[in-house]
């Protein structure tokens, strides 16, 4: 049974620059979060996707957007990228409504120059 | 909103010793509650949760009791090991406006090294 899966694993962007991140959910998972995790900090929650649809989002601007497939896959993306963007962004996978058993994916780091 | 407030690292302990890493919460009601690890190069690995006030997580070793009283969750281990070096996160769910809950808030994270 395959877990929560990320790609890629590392990224490498320039200012200005757009990115794609992808996430595949734990088999039998409909719902994806998304959360950026600076150096030396805790994640923060971006935004969750449930039916395709974004349910709720975190203190993130408009520069980052999401989507969900009906595979329950999901992509985040990020616009006009910022040195502060440099992070490893990690998904996160549950069933349904809530976060009692949220899984986690490896992650993407991401590096801005 | 919620928030979590963790002991900052990083923490050095000798292996066998005893752990502990303090954690408080401010929450509208009574969540869940969560211990998270996260070891070298990996992503995060739920290690225990409560999903009520007195109830005992425990997984591998650690353990952590919901105190409302308190609004604490502190994560203890009695003897640590070598291979128990890693970054340990407390957290709890965000409140949805309209009530619900979704994504987690974490704390800043608590870095522990166990010296042989």
């Known amino acids: 049974d395959a877990g929560v899966t990320q790609s890629p694993t590392h990224l490498i962007k320039t200012r200005g620059q757009q990115v794609t991140l992808r996430c595949s959910p734990k088999s039998g998972h409909d719902t994806v979060s998304w959360y950026q995790q600076a150096l030396g900090q805790g994640p923060q929650f971006i935004f969750q996707y449930y039916e395709e649809e974004e349910r709720q989002r975190g203190n993130f601007p408009d520069r980052f957007s999401g989507h969900q497939f009906p595979n329950y896959s999901s992509e985040l993306n990020v616009n006009a990228l910022l040195l502060g963007d440099s992070a490893l962004y990690l998904c996160?996978?549950?069933?349904?409504?809530?976060?009692?058993?949220?899984?986690f994916g490896p992650g993407t780091r991401l590096l801005v120059l | 909103g919620n928030s979590v407030t963790q002991m900052e690292g990083p923490v050095t302990l000798s292996e066998e010793a005893f752990l502990t890493i303090n954690c408080t919460y401010t929450?509208?009601?009574?969540?869940?509650l969560f211990w998270y690890v996260q070891y070298p190069g990996e992503g995060l690995q739920l290690l225990l949760k409560?999903?009520?006030?007195?109830d005992k997580g425990s997984n591998k070793g650690f353990e952590a009791t919901y105190r409302k009283e308190t609004t604490s969750f502190h994560l203890e281990k009695g003897s640590v090991q070598v291979s128990d070096s890693a970054v340990y996160f407390c957290a709890l769910p965000n409140l949805y406006s309209g009530g619900g809950a979704d994504g987690l808030t974490f704390g800043k994270g608590t870095h522990l090294i166990i010296q042989p």
């Open positions: 929450a509208t009601g009574y969540p869940s």
């Open positions: 409560a999903t009520k006030a007195d």
């Open positions: 996160a996978s549950n069933s349904g409504w809530g976060v009692e058993t949220q899984y």
